[in-house]
Nanobody
C-alpha cells in the first residue's frame, strides 16, 4: 500500500493551496480517508475526514469553513483544498486510509509520507 501526497509548498497568508494524495495497492473505494497535520514540536492532529462513499465529511474546528476534503474514487485520490491559509496552518500534512472515519489516528491503517505546507505572514 502506498499513499503519496503532493501539492504542498510555501504560500503567503490568505492564499489557497490544494494537496493531493494518490493511493495504490488497496481498494481505495472502500476506505475512509483523512488528512492530519503535524507542526514542529506538536502532536499530529486531525484536520478532515471523508467516508468511502463521500456521504459524510468532518472537519476540525480550526479549519471548518476554510478547508474542503474531497475524493475521486475513479482516480484513487483524495484532496484537501485549503483556502484563506494562516501561518498557524503551517505543518506537515499527512493523508491516511482506514476503516473508521474518526478523528483519532487509531482509526487509520495506512499513512502517507507527509507533505510540507508553509504559510508565511
Amino acid at each position: 500500500v502506498q499513499l503519496v501526497e503532493s501539492g504542498g509548498g510555501l504560500v503567503q497568508a490568505g492564499a489557497s493551496l490544494r494537496v493531493s494524495c494518490a493511493a495504490s495497492g488497496l481498494v481505495f473505494s472502500i476506505y475512509n480517508m483523512a488528512w492530519f497535520r503535524q507542526a514542529p514540536g506538536k502532536e499530529r492532529e486531525f484536520v478532515a475526514t471523508i467516508t468511502y462513499s463521500r456521504e459524510s465529511t468532518e472537519y476540525a474546528d480550526s479549519v471548518k469553513g476554510r478547508f474542503t476534503i474531497s475524493r475521486d474514487n475513479a482516480k484513487n485520490t483524495v484532496y484537501l483544498q485549503m483556502n484563506s491559509l494562516k501561518p498557524e496552518d503551517t505543518a506537515v500534512y499527512y493523508c491516511a486510509a482506514g476503516g473508521r472515519p474518526i478523528r483519532d489516528i487509531s482509526g487509520y491503517n495506512y499513512w502517507g509520507q507527509g507533505n510540507q505546507v508553509t504559510v508565511s505572514s
